[in-house]
Structures are given as structure tokens and as C-alpha cells.
């Protein structure tokens, strides 16, 4: 298969099928993370549609909450890496922390609790690899 462009000017399904961004760790990057995710997916999107619409959403929010997290529970830099799978998208996020996740209880008006939980649903498979330096968040949805 080409990685080169097609003469219709869209990119060969190889051109998009991974996609790695580092971030500072700063609270704004989780909107950043997100636009990463959202670019790569529409890039994704033009050769290999979702197979719902809802696979989109998914992956967005799983994004969103784990650089949350990072951003939150890890000082310093994290880095996404989004990788087309047969079926799906790999989603790594590694960060500084050698703490693996662990669900929360929920406390209504406190903000948080309910994204480890949303991220172990919405995954079809999910692992925590800790690393000497920190750790790696993969997560397998749907596409």
C-alpha cells in the first residue's frame, strides 16, 4: 500500500493511521489533546468512515478525560499517540506518573470521579503499563 496521496488530493488510508503529539502538562492542553484527536480522526474519517457515529464521540471523551488526568495526578510533560487498529483506535496516553489509575468515588459538586470509570466502559480493552519514568494508558475502541 502507498503512503503517497491519492490523485484525488484525500490521503492513502496509510497517511493516517497514526498520529503521536507531546504536550507541557499545562490545563489548556487538554483541549489541545482533544483537537489532536479530533484532527487525526477526521483525517481517518475521509478513508475509513466510523462505523457510528457515536465511535467518534467515544474517542474524543477518552481522550479528553485521560489528559485530564495527566494534567491533573502527573507533573510535567504527557504525550498522546493515536493508532488506526484492524477494527478500532489504539489510544496511549503516557505520562510522568508511576501510579497506575484507580477508580474514585463519585462526590456530586466535586467535579471528578466518574472518568476512570467512563474510560474502563467506553474501552473495549484497556491496560495500565508502568514504565521507570511513568506510565502508559492504552485504551482499544471502537471505530
Same mark, same amino acid.
Given at each position: ?22 504536550? @507541557? ?23 475509513? %468512515?466510523?462505523?457510528?457515529? $457515536? ?9 479528553? $478525560? ?10 510535567? %510533560? ?8 484492524? @477494527? ?13 489509575? $484507580? ?20 474501552? $473495549? ?16 475502541? %471502537?471505530?
Amino acid at each position: 500500500m502507498s503512503t503517497e496521496p491519492r490523485g484525488d488530493g484525500t490521503p492513502s488510508s496509510e497517511g493516517v493511521q497514526a498520529c503521536e503529539a507531546t504536550f @507541557d502538562g499545562r490545563l489548556e492542553d487538554v483541549t489541545d489533546a482533544r483537537l489532536t484527536a479530533e484532527t487525526f480522526l477526521a483525517r481517518l474519517s475521509r478513508t475509513v %468512515p466510523p462505523a457510528s457515529a $457515536e465511535h467518534w464521540d467515544d474517542i474524543l471523551l477518552v481522550v479528553a $478525560e485521560l489528559a485530564a488526568n495527566a494534567v491533573q495526578y502527573a507533573p510535567g %510533560p504527557f504525550r498522546l499517540n493515536l493508532r488506526r487498529t484492524y @477494527d478500532g483506535v489504539h489510544v496511549v496516553m503516557g505520562d510522568t506518573s508511576r501510579t497506575p489509575p $484507580e477508580p474514585r468515588s463519585f462526590r456530586p459538586g466535586t467535579g471528578g470521579g466518574i472518568g476512570w470509570y467512563l474510560i474502563q466502559t467506553l474501552g $473495549e480493552q484497556v491496560s495500565v503499563v508502568v514504565r521507570d519514568d511513568g506510565k502508559d494508558v492504552h485504551v482499544f475502541l %471502537p471505530w
